[in-house]
């Protein structure tokens, strides 16, 4: 992979981005995640309320509850209860279709949840399967990474990339993004959001899903009260498994604006093309998007 | 823009599709398939052996302090057991309840509610994970079951024990609810057979006469309105064989996690 601009076609040359472990545990990753989010939206619907502290009855209302109410005229009503406030979440939350077209009282509506209908025993078992998974993929993942210096090469962000915060999200707010041989690099939001789910979001989730457990409990008695207790372990749980779907949201908007097929091959072949001057990395003369020159 | 015509791009719009297909298709068929459960039953294996690898025999469950406790503690399940045998036992307060311990022990037993009282007890102020999501925080003082197996002596090939319980699971009266844990649990210094709640008599709701507290697992292991405990080398040849009413529904036997 050394073809160089100068022997470049026109639209530029491919080289190397994605080295195999990191894909294959990229896609990894997206099955685990994926089936761990539906899982656990069922296992939630088995009591689809959230509370802070040791107990679900402390005799303080929950912080999140979705339930059903009964119409006069027989119809139900989905209401979402969110620190007090009501919300008629009917459709979606609380009350919704199943896939058979019948009304339900449910949480999360059945296009969203693994298995499609109430099947708590099912959905535990595919929620810590898959748990493991993400458990070994990460490790493996953080023992490729230090080995092979992607995290220290490609991931951590050096002083000067620190100071230039402020330029990247402008940027990213204009959604402008980096051509040529820039484009090679992760920039530093990039690499600061991946930072933060591989050391923070990731062990945090896993953590909050251990300190669930009555036996891992009894490892340390009490452990679980530092962040609260066990249905605030369950709070973070469900928080930090949102915020996770908040950085894929992200993370996908950010490849569909920014070559988006560019981004797929390099993540399935490891190729992924530069642009030459005048193009950018998605095959199409800069002028037509108004890009930088 | 002839990137829209490349053959890899149409296979890549392809594989997405087909794999966005599979995942809302394919979980149905593979969670109702005869070979796909099993597999997802392997990391219950490895979950199990972890969570034994990191504690020991002894290791206890968080205990609370009053403070902690739940204004009600909540009743799941069986609330009242439909059987006029529980009923006629209730009706006179269990003066005539016998718990009766048998299987593979050297010394079978017949117990009132006043011998189980007279064994030594345990009180614990400990938190009920139900497998729903949700727990309370209640207080057990209840006999403590290994000095009850101490006076029963299991025979050696003895590995569980199972308990019985008064509350039918089927509207026929069939199905009385069943649980079993293996002897580490029995023997557990937390592990009792309550019959208080709160500092007052277990109420009806809640599993009256005798409940199981075994703290390191979750709550459709505490088998409420106990009156037969069987040991047993296997429960194979017990109702539907996994060792209890819900395992036979598909629940986990270890239900530490």
Not at chain 1, 86 to 103: K, N, P
Not at chain 1, 278 to 285: A, Q, R
Request: aromatic fraction near 10%; include cysteine; charge should be neutral.
């Amino acid at each position: 992979m050394n073809a160089g601009p100068d022997v470049a076609s026109r639209r530029g040359y491919l080289y190397n981005r994605h080295t195999l472990p990191v894909r294959v545990m990229h896609w990894v990753n997206v099955l685990a995640l994926t089936i761990l989010l539906m899982s656990g939206l069922q296992i939630f619907n088995a009591h689809p309320a959230l509370h802070w502290g040791k107990s679900s009855y402390t005799g303080r209302p929950p912080l999140l509850e979705m339930h059903a109410l009964e119409r006069p005229d027989g119809q139900l009503v989905g209401v979402t209860r969110v620190l007090g406030a009501e919300f008629d979440t009917t459709g979606v939350l609380g009350v919704s279709t199943e896939r058979d077209g019948a009304q339900s009282a449910r949480g999360f509506p059945w296009w969203i949840t693994i298995p499609d209908n109430r099947w708590l025993s099912m959905a535990r078992s595919w929620h810590f399967f898959f748990a493991w998974v993400l458990v070994v993929n990460g490790l493996a993942y953080l023992a490729y990474s230090a080995f092979s210096r992607h995290l220290a090469r490609d991931l951590a962000p050096d002083r000067g990339e620190l100071r230039s915060i402020g330029q990247s999200i402008r940027d990213h707010l204009r959604l402008r993004h980096p051509t040529g041989e820039a484009a090679k690099r992760y920039n530093v939001l990039q690499k600061l959001a991946y930072l933060v789910v591989i050391f923070v979001l990731v062990p945090l989730i896993v953590l909050m899903g251990l300190g669930m457990s009555p036996w891992l409990d009894s490892v340390l008695p009490g452990w679980v009260d530092l962040v609260g207790g066990r249905q605030s372990a369950r709070t973070f749980h469900f928080i930090a498994a949102w915020l996770l779907v908040g950085f894929v949201a992200v993370h996908v908007f950010e490849v569909v604006v920014s070559g988006f097929w560019n981004h797929l091959r390099s993540m399935v072949t490891g190729r992924y093309r530069i642009g030459t001057e005048g193009h950018n990395d998605h095959g199409m003369p800069s002028h037509q998007r108004g890009g930088r020159p | 823009m002839t990137d829209a015509t490349n053959p890899r791009r149409h296979f890549l719009a392809r594989a997405l599709g087909a794999a966005g297909a599979l995942l809302v298709g394919g979980c149905e068929r593979l969670s109702t398939s005869e070979w796909f459960p099993k597999v997802l039953g392997a990391s219950e294996t490895a979950s199990e052996a972890v969570a034994k690898l990191v504690t020991s025999r002894r290791s206890m469950a968080q205990e609370f302090s009053a403070a902690d406790l739940s204004p009600t503690f909540r009743s799941n399940g069986t609330a009242e057991p439909d059987s006029d045998l529980y009923r006629a036992l209730a009706a006179n307060a269990f003066a005539d309840y016998r718990l009766e311990v048998g299987g593979l022990v050297a010394r079978p037993l017949s117990l009132s509610l006043a011998e189980l009282r007279a064994l030594p007890s345990r009180t614990q102020i400990t938190r009920h994970d139900c497998v729903e999501g949700w727990s309370a925080i209640g207080k057990w003082k209840g006999a403590r079951l290994a000095a009850l197996l101490e006076v029963a002596r299991p025979k050696p090939e003895a590995r569980y024990a199972v308990f019985r319980c008064a509350d039918p699971m089927e509207e026929d009266g069939t199905h009385l609810y069943y649980e079993s844990v293996d002897l580490e649990d029995a023997f557990h210094p937390q592990t009792i057979l309550a019959y208080e709640l709160n500092d007052a008599p277990l109420p009806v709701a809640n599993g009256a006469p005798i409940r199981l507290r075994v703290e390191r697992q979750l709550g459709y292991k505490h088998a409420k309105y106990v009156t037969d405990i069987e040991l047993v080398a296997s429960f194979a040849h017990i109702e539907g064989g996994k060792g209890g009413y819900w395992e036979d529904q598909g629940y986990q036997w270890f239900a530490g996690i």
